[in-house]
C-alpha cells in the first residue's frame, strides 16, 4: 500500500527532470579551502522523487583512497510553484542543518545560504553561509561546485565534483 | 571500494544500537493539532549507520487510507561523545531544517529544538519549536511522540506513533 516508486513526476518539478536519478563521480573531487590540507574524494548523489513537488536528494561522499565514508548531506529540492525559485533543505553529518535558496535557469540551479545552524557542539571554526552551483554539462555530466564562507574565511570555494550518471 | 554496510559501530554510537534498523507502524499514528483536523498515517523508521560516530535517519509518512507518501524527514542523529548529550540534524520535506538537542537515558531519547528554519515561501502558520521524545517500550516495540509551538499555538502534542522492527 505504502509506495514511493513509480509514481508519476509532479508537474511543479518537471523543469528538474534532468536531475533525476543515481550519479557517481568518475574522476576524484577537489576539497581545497585556506585552512585544511587539499583532498580528493569520491561522491554519490543521488535525485529522487515519490510525486511530490518537491526530489529527495543525498550527496555521500567517499575517502579517494581508502573508500572510508565522509561527508554526507540528505535533504530536499523544493521549487517554487510558477516561478524559477529553488530552495534546499538540507542536513549534515557535520552537524549543520541549512536553508539555501536560489534560482533554476535551464540546466542551472544556483543557490545560496539564507540559514545554517548547527549543534552546540561543533568543532569551530564554524561555516557561516554556502552556496553552490549544480550544472548539467553538455555532455550529459552533472558538476557541482560548493563554496563557503566560515567564521574565520570569507566566501571561497571549497568543492568541485563531476558526476556521472549511474545506469542500472 | 566504497561501501557503508558491514562496518564496525562506531563505539560513540553504541549506546544507540536499539534504534538500528529498519522499522514500521503496525497500528496507525494518530496526528492532532487545534487548527487541522485529526488523521492517521503510517510511517516507516530508519536508522542506519556507516562506522561513523553518528546515525543516518530517515522518517517516511504515508496516508493511512491511499499510501499515499506524506511528510518526509531525513538527517543525522549525533551524539556528544562522553556525554549522554545528543544532536538530531534533520531536514523536511515540509521546508523545515531543525537543531534539536537532548538526551539519551537508557532507551529514550528526548530533543528539543534550539533552531528552526525554513524556505521563505512555506504556508503560515510556522513552526517556531519542536520537542520530541523516541523510546524503546518494553516490549521492543519504538514509539515516537512529537510536540510543536507554531507561529499561533503554543507548544502541544501533534503526532504520535508507535512501530515494529521491520524483520529482513
Redesign the interface.
Known sequence: ????EG?PLHPDVAHLEWLLGHWESKTLGQGTYPTIKSFHY?E?ANFTH???P?L?Y?F?A?HGD????LH?E???L?P?AGTD?I?L?????T?????E?GEVRGKEITLTS??V?????GKEPRVVKTKRILSLDQDGKLRQCFSMATSNQEMRPHLEITYCRKMP
Not at 500500500?1 to 514511493?4: A, I, V
Not at 533543505?89 to 553529518?93: E, F, K, L, P, V
Not at 552537524?95 to 536553508?99: D, E, H, N, Q, Y
Open positions: 500500500m505504502e509506495k514511493t509514481l569520491h554519490q515519490c510525486g511530490q518537491l529527495d543525498a555521500y567517499f581508502t573508500g572510508r565514508p554526507r540528505v535533504g530536499f523544493r517554487r525559485q530552495a533543505i538540507g542536513a549534515q553529518n552537524g549543520l542543518s541549512i536553508v535558496e539564507h540559514s545552524s548547527r549543534i552546540t557542539f
